[in-house]
Protein backbone atom coordinates (compact mmCIF):
# COMPACT_ATOMS: atom_id res chain seq x y z
CA UNK A 1 0.00 0.00 0.00
CA UNK A 2 1.18 3.66 -0.65
CA UNK A 3 2.21 6.30 1.48
CA UNK A 4 -0.86 8.56 0.81
CA UNK A 5 -3.98 7.29 -1.10
CA UNK A 6 -6.98 8.97 -3.02
CA UNK A 7 -10.59 10.27 -2.15
CA UNK A 8 -12.81 10.13 -5.32
CA UNK A 9 -16.19 11.74 -4.12
CA UNK A 10 -19.46 10.35 -5.88
CA UNK A 11 -22.04 13.25 -5.31
CA UNK A 12 -25.38 12.03 -5.39
CA UNK A 13 -29.00 12.00 -4.79
CA UNK A 14 -30.50 9.11 -2.38
CA UNK A 15 -33.40 8.01 -3.55
CA UNK A 16 -32.86 8.24 -7.45
CA UNK A 17 -32.49 5.33 -9.48
CA UNK A 18 -30.01 7.03 -12.27
CA UNK A 19 -27.51 8.15 -9.05
CA UNK A 20 -28.07 4.45 -7.64
CA UNK A 21 -26.87 2.99 -11.30
CA UNK A 22 -24.33 5.88 -11.16
CA UNK A 23 -22.57 4.50 -7.76
CA UNK A 24 -22.74 1.16 -9.02
CA UNK A 25 -20.69 1.93 -12.15
CA UNK A 26 -18.27 4.23 -10.87
CA UNK A 27 -17.06 1.95 -8.00
CA UNK A 28 -16.09 -0.41 -10.44
CA UNK A 29 -14.77 2.10 -12.90
CA UNK A 30 -12.36 3.16 -9.83
CA UNK A 31 -11.50 0.06 -8.49
CA UNK A 32 -10.98 1.38 -5.12
CA UNK A 33 -9.78 -0.92 -2.09
CA UNK A 34 -12.52 0.92 0.28
CA UNK A 35 -16.27 2.18 -0.19
CA UNK A 36 -17.12 4.86 2.03
CA UNK A 37 -20.90 5.94 2.78
CA UNK A 38 -22.47 8.72 4.30
CA UNK A 39 -23.36 5.79 7.10
CA UNK A 40 -22.96 5.52 11.22
CA UNK A 41 -22.74 2.08 12.61
CA UNK A 42 -26.14 2.36 14.13
CA UNK A 43 -27.54 2.96 10.25
CA UNK A 44 -25.17 0.42 8.47
CA UNK A 45 -26.60 -2.06 10.83
CA UNK A 46 -30.42 -1.65 10.18
CA UNK A 47 -29.71 -1.41 6.39
CA UNK A 48 -28.08 -4.98 6.88
CA UNK A 49 -30.56 -6.12 8.90
CA UNK A 50 -33.09 -4.42 6.40
CA UNK A 51 -35.33 -3.12 9.78
CA UNK A 52 -35.62 0.34 8.40
CA UNK A 53 -35.23 3.52 10.39
CA UNK A 54 -35.95 3.30 14.16
CA UNK A 55 -37.93 6.83 14.13
CA UNK A 56 -39.40 6.12 17.63
CA UNK A 57 -35.59 5.72 19.08
CA UNK A 58 -34.48 9.04 17.44
CA UNK A 59 -37.35 11.52 18.38
CA UNK A 60 -36.48 10.25 22.79
CA UNK A 61 -33.19 12.34 21.66
CA UNK A 62 -34.47 15.44 20.93
CA UNK A 63 -36.25 18.10 22.86
CA UNK A 64 -40.10 19.28 21.19
CA UNK A 65 -38.05 22.52 19.26
CA UNK A 66 -35.25 20.52 17.80
CA UNK A 67 -38.19 17.85 16.60
CA UNK A 68 -40.32 20.65 15.08
CA UNK A 69 -37.40 21.73 13.28
CA UNK A 70 -35.86 18.64 12.07
CA UNK A 71 -39.71 17.21 11.02
CA UNK A 72 -40.09 20.23 8.62
CA UNK A 73 -36.51 19.63 7.15
CA UNK A 74 -37.22 16.02 7.06
CA UNK A 75 -40.74 16.59 5.67
CA UNK A 76 -38.97 19.53 2.74
CA UNK A 77 -36.96 16.15 1.68
CA UNK A 78 -39.64 13.76 1.52
CA UNK A 79 -42.00 16.71 -0.70
CA UNK A 80 -38.35 16.84 -2.99
CA UNK A 81 -38.58 12.85 -3.40
CA UNK A 82 -41.79 12.80 -3.94
CA UNK A 83 -42.25 15.25 -6.45
CA UNK A 84 -39.22 14.11 -8.61
CA UNK A 85 -41.25 10.61 -8.31
CA UNK A 86 -38.60 8.62 -6.95
CA UNK A 87 -38.29 5.20 -5.29
CA UNK A 88 -38.04 6.18 -1.02
CA UNK A 89 -37.62 2.50 -0.43
CA UNK A 90 -33.83 1.72 -2.23
CA UNK A 91 -30.85 4.60 -1.90
CA UNK A 92 -27.71 5.47 -2.91
CA UNK A 93 -26.27 3.96 0.19
CA UNK A 94 -27.50 0.66 -0.43
CA UNK A 95 -26.27 0.25 -3.86
CA UNK A 96 -22.74 1.65 -2.74
CA UNK A 97 -22.60 -1.38 0.10
CA UNK A 98 -24.50 -4.27 -2.36
CA UNK A 99 -21.44 -3.22 -5.07
CA UNK A 100 -18.62 -3.13 -2.22
CA UNK A 101 -19.73 -6.74 -0.83
CA UNK A 102 -20.14 -7.86 -5.28
CA UNK A 103 -16.52 -6.72 -5.48
CA UNK A 104 -15.14 -7.92 -1.86
CA UNK A 105 -14.70 -4.64 -0.72
CA UNK A 106 -15.19 -3.24 2.68
CA UNK A 107 -16.86 -0.04 3.98
CA UNK A 108 -15.79 2.44 5.68
CA UNK A 109 -19.27 4.49 8.51
CA UNK A 110 -17.46 8.45 7.65
CA UNK A 111 -20.62 9.98 8.98
CA UNK A 112 -21.22 10.85 12.66
CA UNK A 113 -23.51 8.99 14.82
CA UNK A 114 -27.16 9.43 14.38
CA UNK A 115 -27.85 10.14 18.42
CA UNK A 116 -24.60 12.46 18.32
CA UNK A 117 -26.14 14.80 15.42
CA UNK A 118 -29.29 14.82 16.79
CA UNK A 119 -28.24 15.85 20.64
CA UNK A 120 -26.24 18.45 19.16
CA UNK A 121 -29.54 19.72 17.43
CA UNK A 122 -31.14 19.54 19.93
CA UNK A 123 -28.61 22.11 21.91
CA UNK A 124 -28.73 24.27 19.20
CA UNK A 125 -32.31 24.53 18.61
CA UNK A 126 -34.45 25.99 21.07
CA UNK A 127 -38.54 27.75 21.29
CA UNK A 128 -37.42 30.87 18.98
CA UNK A 129 -36.47 28.51 16.12
CA UNK A 130 -39.65 28.20 14.04
CA UNK A 131 -40.27 31.63 14.58
CA UNK A 132 -37.52 33.18 13.40
CA UNK A 133 -37.48 30.89 10.13
CA UNK A 134 -40.95 32.06 9.58
CA UNK A 135 -39.51 36.07 9.87
CA UNK A 136 -36.63 35.01 7.24
CA UNK A 137 -38.60 33.46 5.21
CA UNK A 138 -40.71 36.51 4.94
CA UNK A 139 -38.20 38.29 4.42
CA UNK A 140 -36.04 36.49 1.31
CA UNK A 141 -36.70 38.53 -2.07
CA UNK A 142 -37.58 36.90 -5.29
CA UNK A 143 -34.70 35.33 -6.36
CA UNK A 144 -34.60 32.90 -3.64
CA UNK A 145 -37.55 31.72 -4.49
CA UNK A 146 -36.48 31.32 -8.14
CA UNK A 147 -33.86 29.58 -7.46
CA UNK A 148 -36.03 26.72 -5.48
CA UNK A 149 -38.17 26.80 -8.38
CA UNK A 150 -35.11 25.84 -10.63
CA UNK A 151 -33.92 23.21 -8.65
CA UNK A 152 -37.54 21.39 -8.47
CA UNK A 153 -37.97 21.79 -12.47
CA UNK A 154 -34.48 20.17 -13.05
CA UNK A 155 -34.04 16.33 -13.90
CA UNK A 156 -32.88 14.72 -10.89
CA UNK A 157 -30.69 12.19 -13.46
CA UNK A 158 -29.09 15.52 -14.76
CA UNK A 159 -27.61 16.48 -10.93
CA UNK A 160 -23.93 15.74 -10.97
CA UNK A 161 -22.09 17.80 -8.30
CA UNK A 162 -22.66 20.12 -5.56
CA UNK A 163 -22.98 23.15 -7.23
CA UNK A 164 -25.98 21.58 -8.74
CA UNK A 165 -27.79 21.76 -5.39
CA UNK A 166 -26.58 24.73 -3.64
CA UNK A 167 -29.47 26.81 -4.00
CA UNK A 168 -31.23 24.43 -1.81
CA UNK A 169 -28.52 24.33 1.08
CA UNK A 170 -28.19 28.49 0.71
CA UNK A 171 -32.13 28.30 1.21
CA UNK A 172 -31.83 25.97 3.62
CA UNK A 173 -29.12 28.30 5.29
CA UNK A 174 -30.99 31.10 5.39
CA UNK A 175 -34.41 29.69 7.20
CA UNK A 176 -32.60 27.27 9.21
CA UNK A 177 -29.09 28.15 10.06
CA UNK A 178 -28.88 26.17 12.66
CA UNK A 179 -30.46 23.44 11.63
CA UNK A 180 -27.91 23.86 8.52
CA UNK A 181 -24.87 24.19 10.88
CA UNK A 182 -25.58 20.54 12.36
CA UNK A 183 -26.53 18.67 9.53
CA UNK A 184 -24.78 20.35 6.99
CA UNK A 185 -21.43 21.68 8.26
CA UNK A 186 -20.86 19.82 11.22
CA UNK A 187 -20.97 16.67 9.19
CA UNK A 188 -19.39 17.93 6.26
CA UNK A 189 -16.25 18.48 8.78
CA UNK A 190 -16.43 14.64 10.25
CA UNK A 191 -16.76 12.97 7.20
CA UNK A 192 -14.10 14.87 5.84
CA UNK A 193 -11.44 13.80 8.57
CA UNK A 194 -12.53 10.46 8.51
CA UNK A 195 -11.97 10.31 4.64
CA UNK A 196 -8.83 12.45 4.98
CA UNK A 197 -7.27 9.41 8.09
CA UNK A 198 -8.28 6.99 5.21
CA UNK A 199 -6.31 8.73 2.42
CA UNK A 200 -3.18 8.93 4.66
CA UNK A 201 -3.20 5.57 5.57
CA UNK A 202 -2.80 4.72 2.38
CA UNK A 203 -6.66 3.53 0.92
CA UNK A 204 -7.69 4.54 -2.26
CA UNK A 205 -11.37 5.49 -1.43
CA UNK A 206 -14.99 5.90 -3.44
CA UNK A 207 -16.75 7.94 -1.11
CA UNK A 208 -20.59 7.99 -1.97
CA UNK A 209 -22.49 10.67 0.14
CA UNK A 210 -25.01 13.28 -0.60
CA UNK A 211 -25.13 15.84 -3.68
CA UNK A 212 -25.24 18.38 -0.69
CA UNK A 213 -22.60 17.21 1.09
CA UNK A 214 -20.11 17.40 -1.94
CA UNK A 215 -19.00 20.84 -2.04
CA UNK A 216 -18.26 21.40 1.73
CA UNK A 217 -16.23 17.65 1.78
CA UNK A 218 -14.08 18.79 -1.25
CA UNK A 219 -13.22 22.34 0.07
CA UNK A 220 -12.56 20.48 3.52
CA UNK A 221 -10.55 17.61 2.26
CA UNK A 222 -8.69 20.27 0.34
CA UNK A 223 -7.84 21.84 3.29
CA UNK A 224 -6.70 19.06 5.35
CA UNK A 225 -4.15 18.33 2.63
CA UNK A 226 -2.08 21.13 3.88
CA UNK A 227 -2.62 20.47 7.20
CA UNK A 228 -0.06 18.57 9.12
CA UNK A 229 -1.21 15.98 11.59
CA UNK A 230 -4.52 16.58 10.63
CA UNK A 231 -5.61 12.72 10.46
CA UNK A 232 -3.90 12.36 14.13
CA UNK A 233 -7.30 14.18 15.60
CA UNK A 234 -9.65 11.99 14.04
CA UNK A 235 -11.45 8.88 15.68
CA UNK A 236 -11.02 5.40 14.30
CA UNK A 237 -13.07 5.23 11.56
CA UNK A 238 -15.41 2.09 11.96
CA UNK A 239 -14.96 -0.11 8.69
CA UNK A 240 -17.28 -3.33 8.02
CA UNK A 241 -17.14 -6.21 5.92
CA UNK A 242 -20.34 -5.98 4.01
CA UNK A 243 -23.22 -8.93 4.17
CA UNK A 244 -25.52 -7.74 1.61
CA UNK A 245 -26.72 -9.34 -1.47
CA UNK A 246 -27.52 -7.96 -4.21
CA UNK A 247 -31.44 -8.92 -4.68
CA UNK A 248 -32.00 -5.18 -5.98
CA UNK A 249 -30.95 -3.96 -8.55
CA UNK A 250 -32.26 -0.26 -10.35
CA UNK A 251 -32.30 -0.57 -14.23
CA UNK A 252 -34.96 2.40 -14.63
Known amino acids: MSDHGTVTVVPSVH ?11 RIRAVEPDLVAVELDESRFERLEADSGPALTELSRELS ?16 VVRLAGLDPDYTDM ?14 ALIDDPVAETLRELARRVGPLTIPRSMLRAQSMGPDAYADQLALLERPVAEI ?17 PEVAAVLIDRRDRAMAQRLHALRRDGHDVVAVVG ?27 PIRTPARTVTRIPIE
Do not use: K, M
Open 15 to 25: FSPTHCRRVRE
Open 64 to 79: PPAAAAYSAVRAFQRT
Open 94 to 107: EAAIETAAECDLDV
Open 160 to 176: SHGDDVQPAIDHLRRLF
Open 211 to 237: AGHHNGLERRLAALEGERNAAERTESV
